[in-house]
């Protein structure tokens, strides 16, 4: 998060409030739009507790903000 200028702050609001999730093999996939970045967070729901694999931003918001 660090690394990609992603605050805990940031993370921790899409977690609790996301604008759209998906879920693939068990990973659940958190994203919604933040100054003109698409965030999209990656947990391990299966792991107690959740595991976050990964977290980035990406400018390609069609890409993957389907629905």
Avoid: H
């Avoid at 958190?30 to 959740?50: A, C, G, M, T, W």
């Amino acid at each position: 998060m660090e690394l990609r200028g992603i605050s805990k702050n940031v993370v921790e609001q899409i977690i609790e409030n996301p604008a759209l999730t998906k879920e693939e093999d068990g990973i659940k996939i958190y994203q919604s739009i933040i100054d003109n970045y698409l965030i999209r967070i990656f947990v391990n729901e299966i792991k107690d507790p959740k595991l976050i694999i990964t977290v980035y931003k990406t400018s390609k918001i069609k890409k993957y903000n389907e629905g």
